[in-house]
């Protein structure tokens, strides 16, 4: 599956954004979705995952209760939406596909687990 990520931009600090990940192929639907982050000189880290049938699970510390992911398997299409931003927030963010599970595990906070990589947005806060 290839993955097209888009909506990044530049915001004010408390504004809010909406990535997309238009994903290609079939197995779109039953694969588990996720959002990724990496920050300058920074290791890529877990954001948030979806399962096939929706349900989700965040990054509990930096996101929970600020960011919602989503999905419409019509559209083939993920989404995160992004509201409350704080400059902490500012990186270039990924999508990322496992097409070998529809169920998320703790594990799917790993990016080991997807084999397939958008080629990242970034969204930058200013405060």
């Known amino acids: 599956v290839q993955l097209q990520a888009s909506g990044g931009g530049l915001v004010q600090a408390g504004g809010s954004l909406r990535l997309s990940c238009a994903a290609s192929?079939?197995?779109?639907?039953?694969?588990?979705m996720a959002w990724f982050r990496q920050a300058p000189g920074k290791e890529r880290e877990f954001v948030a995952a979806?399962?096939?049938?929706?349900?989700?699970?965040y990054d509990e510390d930096s996101v929970k209760g600020r960011f919602t992911i989503s999905r419409d398997n019509a559209k083939n299409t993920v989404y995160l939406q992004m509201n409350s931003l704080k400059p902490e927030d500012t990186a270039v963010y990924f999508c990322?596909?496992?097409?070998?599970?529809?169920?998320?595990?703790?594990?799917?906070?790993?990016?080991?687990?997807?084999?397939?990589w958008g080629q990242g947005t970034q969204v930058t806060v200013s405060s």
């Open positions: 990322a596909a496992d097409r070998g599970s529809g169920v998320v595990s703790y594990s799917h906070r790993r990016t080991w687990r997807y084999d397939s």
């Open positions: 192929g079939r197995t779109f639907s039953s694969a588990v």
């Open positions: 979806i399962s096939w049938s929706g349900i989700s699970t």
